[in-house]
């Protein structure tokens, strides 16, 4: 049996080993919760012949449980001071291929190097919105995302129309999968524990989106302009997309104009969209 990464007193061994510490400017906190790494690996549903693509493996927690699986591992890491550390703690794993670099900045097909994969990571919470938004816009042949991230991010991503915690995010994940909250992760489930409770959330791709829209730049256009200013009336709010005539452009959709944009569903952004300037 190889040490278990995720055990505290191992993490501990590693980070006094190599003189790491948690660098708060790239959000770093190292998962010591068994547990809750099964969740997220059992979440992935991974096993040999599948590919798998981390971002931030850290000193190789996460990594060693996907490993575990029998699939291929990539993971890319911008701390350079990290990557001699995984070449160590992951030593003997040779399905695991590390990576240095920006996960918003390199060519992720050319980099994953498979006709499919998976994201399965533990995010850096100041940069979770940009990554996971990547991964599900430009269309990458992911077929599921399986995320560490804040609980307040998860409840919006899957929070319905009317909520304090439905927004542009909600929209955006809900149009491209289909997420589920996983389990919540208390604080003391890291070290150093974080001020925020964590969510491992799931979106597993849809094949194609629940509405069908003419123009999708212009469906996140109207999305965007609804949610700009959450206080606004929607007669009012959508000025933001240019749009001449609101009222009789509200009208075709058959929407209020007094009703605001928290809590329009994805079908009547739909019907926005499908009905402008006609």
Same mark, same amino acid.
């Given at each position: ?6 055990? #505290? ?23 010591? +919760?068994? +547990?809750?790494?099964?969740?997220? =690996?059992?979440? !992935?549903?991974?096993?040999?012949? %599948?590919?798998?693509?981390? =971002?931030? @493996? ?16 990539? !993971?890319? /890491? ?11 703690? &992951?030593?003997?794993?040779?399905? =695991? ?32 919105? @940009?990554?996971? &938004?990547?991964?599900?816009?430009? #269309? ?7 995320? $560490?991230?804040? &609980?307040?991010?998860? *409840?919006?991503?899957? !929070?319905?129309?009317?909520?304090? %915690? ?11 999968? /289909? @997420? +589920?909250?996983? $389990?919540?992760?208390?604080?003391? +489930? ?25 123009? *999708?730049?212009?469906?996140? #256009? ?39 944009? *928290?809590? &329009?569903?994805?079908? *009547?952004? !739909? ?8």
């Amino acid at each position: 049996m190889r040490p278990q990464i995720v055990d #505290r007193e191992v993490t501990m061994h590693i980070l006094k080993t190599f003189h790491l510490h948690a660098d708060k400017k790239l959000g770093q906190n190292f998962l010591i +919760s068994p +547990s809750t790494l099964q969740a997220i =690996v059992h979440a !992935a549903g991974l096993g040999p012949g %599948d590919t798998v693509l981390e =971002v931030g @493996p850290g000193i190789g927690t996460l990594t060693q449980g996907l490993a575990e699986t029998g699939c291929q591992v990539v !993971a890319i /890491e911008l701390d350079k001071r990290l990557i001699p550390v995984l070449a160590k703690t &992951l030593d003997g794993y040779d399905n =695991v291929r590390i990576v240095h670099g920006d996960v918003l900045k390199l060519d992720l097909l050319q980099t994953v190097g498979a006709p499919r994969f998976q994201l399965v990571a533990n995010l850096p919470y100041y940069i979770t919105t @940009p990554i996971i &938004l990547r991964m599900l816009e430009e #269309r990458l042949p992911i077929d599921r995302l399986v995320t $560490m991230v804040q &609980l307040e991010v998860a *409840e919006r991503m899957v !929070a319905k129309p009317g909520g304090k %915690d439905y927004g542009a995010l909600s929209v955006a994940v809900q149009y491209y999968s /289909e @997420p +589920s909250i996983v $389990m919540e992760v208390p604080p003391n +489930s890291f070290y150093p524990a974080p001020a925020v409770t964590s969510a491992v959330i799931r979106c597993d791709i849809r094949k194609k989106p629940p509405v069908e829209i003419t123009d *999708e730049r212009l469906f996140f #256009r109207i999305v965007k302009a609804a949610f700009g200013q959450r206080r606004k009336m929607l007669s009012n709010a959508l000025r933001a997309t240019g749009a001449s005539d609101i009222p009789a452009w509200l009208e075709r959709a058959g929407i209020d104009g007094n009703r605001r944009g *928290e809590t &329009l569903s994805l079908q *009547e952004f !739909a019907a926005l969209t499908n009905t402008f300037g006609h």
